[in-house]
């Protein structure tokens, strides 16, 4: 089964395709790759690795807090987001959890492992995937004891600016209900602390990110919560793990979220890339392309294509891309990109433009 | 409180030394440091940054397997030992747990977190702590769900040859209990597979294993279980959280264990120089010195010194050394170094003598 993007060990066992060899789109890592500080920190990183950690991460809390403008005892490093998303429910135990989707899957899978239910509130794909807030409000009454929100949304692309996010934080509070947002790729969307959650400063919002999309580091495995309740904060505490993040992440983590250049360049080139690229791609008769404020698109293939036809033949050009018939809601017409260097976008297009062109 | 060895980093914060600059005998890592294949390998290790690790492991199982002579979905490898011992009693939840002890503290922060209840058994000081089988025997009756022995032991080095855990294991199977074994440190006695608890092969059995230790890679994690009970493996599946093991940690777990010179070097280097500090380290009056099969020592301090103050003498020459008196069973006269490099010990030997000689 497909659960996650990016599987290219996968691709070379199964198929036997060298992984530098594949033009991978099916993760959604930044095309700029890492920013160049850390990578001539990574060169000289021995030292790093024949010590164990700092097992209080001082200077990654430290680090981060100071982005954030916020304290560091409200700062939790993880072995990247998932490592959090498994916690928190862990510790939370909630009976009943709303999930407003497609979403990342991996939410379910914690929910589930803590012994907990869960529904889901569908974004409806004539509305592009945006959400309907008002509907949303309404669903709450029903009774959740978390509502799970992923913004920008993984794999819609679409993002909720934080006035409307302060309306729901607002609702759930109402209903005594927690709110996980996960801002994993937010950094796409502005500058940090623009437009995250962790500005609404909420003893009800649990804010966590992954680290690893917009700096380019899947491989070292960074992430970090940010919560302001006292009562989840000293469990999640309890339940550290002792030297749950590796040494290279952890200095990643004290270098990467301040390299201004590298962080407004990336959102940039991103930015103006995305733009031509889905210009590109709309113009391809036999697909729709959703709007998305991030560095992945969503899109669906007409019903007289087959989607994993097309995928093996592109695979035999060696792109790989990102089936999303396992999100919830979403059928076997729909598939994921992520937006690459202009070079490779404008390889895949004209690789999608022969397919759809011939095969039709 | 201390907690564990190896902090530098906090060394750093309060007292000012530069982590560069401390001598760490706190931490039992190996002095020869990484394989040079591993530091090759590492060199050039941004592509493996670059994406998400092989969320199978395949190539890591695969490399572990063929080095214990079974098959791949017998090994769980982990982000360090750490993350499987706590997954390990958090799929078992037992009720009541034996652990022999003097040891790691991990296994009751584990298992308390699981929700379980520990009890020790005690390794007594005037047998050299090493563990009395007829007497651990007699204890297994008063019913157990797990006996948790760590061989060699930390902190004080014992060790208990295959045969012995063999009539340990006998008799717990003869209970109905299950045994976890961590074998962090035996690499350091001989090469693997030997005397490893894994031949036992058996469904009551859990060994589980560090590789930062002996492969001198504490800060990028990695550990590996083996078990043979299917409903425990079962639920280790089931409850791993995906990329739980960092890229590069992935990548030095398929080289290291393969390098035979390096490991067979590392541990005639270790043994040697372990017997050489030993003698050196008996000669000093005031210092009880314990057996030990690997590369650190426990060593007891007697009453007329102080061992705060000593350690506080050693930090002004850069010596940082390991307060074991939060171990169960020991008092604030034990102490654990590691076994360093030859001139090392032989400063740190030294630097006792003065003390020890000048405070008395």
Redesign the interface.
């Known amino acids: 089964m497909i ?2 993007g ?5 691709t070379q ?1 199964n198929r036997g395709i060298p ?2 060899e594949l033009i ?1 789109f099916s ?1 959604n ?1 930044n095309p700029l ?2 920013a160049p500080a850390l ?1 001539d920190a ?2 000289d ?12 991460y ?2 990654l809390k430290q680090s981060i807090a100071s982005v954030y403008g916020i304290a560091p005892e409200f700062i939790f490093p993880g ?2 987001a ?2 959090l998303i ?1 916690r928190y429910f862990r510790v939370l135990r909630p009976k009943k959890v709303l999930i407003v989707a497609p979403t990342f899957s ?1 939410y379910e899978q914690a929910i589930r ?1 803590a012994g907990g239910e869960v529904e889901y509130f569908q974004l409806q794909e004539d509305a592009d995937f945006n959400l309907d807030i008002a509907a949303l409000k309404l669903r709450l009454a029903d009774g959740f004891d978390v509502l799970v929100l992923c913004n920008p949304n993984n794999p819609t692309g679409s993002f909720l600016p934080l006035s409307q996010l302060g309306e729901i934080v607002e609702s759930s509070q109402h209903y005594g209900m927690q709110v996980m947002v996960d801002e994993s790729f937010i950094d796409f969307v502005c500058e940090a602390p623009q437009q995250s959650a962790v500005q609404l400063l909420s003893e009800n919002v649990f804010v966590v990110k992954s680290l ?1 999309k917009f700096y ?6 960074l992430g970090f919560a940010v919560s302001f309740n006292t009562d989840v904060n000293e469990l999640l505490n ?2 550290r ?9 952890a200095m990643a983590g004290e270098i990467i979220l301040h390299q201004t250049d590298y962080i407004r360049e990336s959102i940039r080139y991103v930015d103006a890339e995305r733009v031509r690229f889905v210009e590109d791609l709309k113009k391809i008769d036999g697909l729709t392309v959703y709007p998305s404020s991030v560095n992945f698109l969503l899109l669906r293939l007409d019903e007289r294509f087959d989607l994993c036809d097309m995928s093996e033949k592109l695979l035999q050009k060696k792109f790989l891309i990102r089936n999303a018939s396992n999100f919830e809601f979403l059928d076997s017409r729909y598939f994921r990109i992520a937006v690459r260097k202009r070079e490779e976008n404008i390889l895949l297009t004209q690789a999608l433009k022969e397919y759809l062109v011939i095969d039709k």
């Open positions: 659960r996650h990016g599987n290219i060990y996968e066992r992984t530098d991978d993760a890592i790759g890492m990578k990574l060169a990183s021995f030292e790093a690795i024949l010590h164990y950690p700092d097992i209080e001082f200077n072995n990247g998932g490592e498994f991996e492992l690893t380019a580091i899947p491989g070292l495995r309890y339940t793990e002792p030297w749950n993040i590796n040494a290279l992440a």
